[in-house]
């Protein structure tokens, strides 16, 4: 059996909030990530995934499933449990996953100085005039 994920396992420090790109659905990386280490509830998701809606949490998982990148296991009860894994192809991402966590780590404060020089001049309507030409 799998360790229990942490709660904090995605704070806000956490690298992947910063990836400028997706893997799969919006929390796909971070659902990914949580199934690395074998089969997960929906429930032991939402612990570190506690900010995604249930709505929203099901329909990541609905768009993994659908690229083939999780697999869902109904198990028969009483009472009845669905489990959530990677599959082989699933498995794969794990390693560019990694790549790009590493690559946000290094970057983080160039990301942030972007994204913070961003929402400044989006702030200021003089900027956004002359963006526009």
Same mark, same amino acid.
């Given at each position: 059996? @799998?360790? %229990? ?11 992947? @909030?910063?990836? %400028? ?5 919006? *929390?796909? =990386? ?5 199934? !690395? $280490? ?11 995934? +506690? ?11 609905? =768009? ?13 009860? %009483? %009472?009845? +449990? ?6 082989? &192809?699933?498995? @794969?991402?794990?390693?560019? &996953? $990694?790549? #790009?966590?590493? *690559? =946000? =780590?290094?970057? *983080?404060?160039?990301?942030? $100085?972007?994204?913070? #020089? ?5 702030? $200021?309507?003089?900027? !956004? ?5």
């Amino acid at each position: 059996m @799998s360790e %229990p994920l942490r709660p904090d396992m995605f704070d806000e420090l956490c690298p992947s @909030s910063l990836l %400028p790109f997706r893997f799969g659905a919006k *929390w796909g =990386a971070l659902v990914l990530r949580c199934l !690395a $280490d074998g089969p997960r509830r929906f429930s032991e998701l939402r612990v570190p995934l +506690r900010r995604v809606t249930p709505k929203v949490m099901t329909r990541s998982l609905r =768009a993994l499933e659908r690229d083939g990148l999780v697999s869902r296991t109904v198990h028969e009860g %009483p %009472p009845q +449990r669905v489990e959530y894994g990677l599959t082989p &192809l699933g498995r @794969s991402m794990l390693e560019p &996953l $990694d790549a #790009a966590c590493a *690559w =946000a =780590a290094e970057h *983080w404060d160039e990301l942030l $100085d972007a994204r913070e #020089a961003y929402e400044r001049r989006a702030g $200021d309507p003089e900027a !956004a005039g002359a963006a526009e030409g």
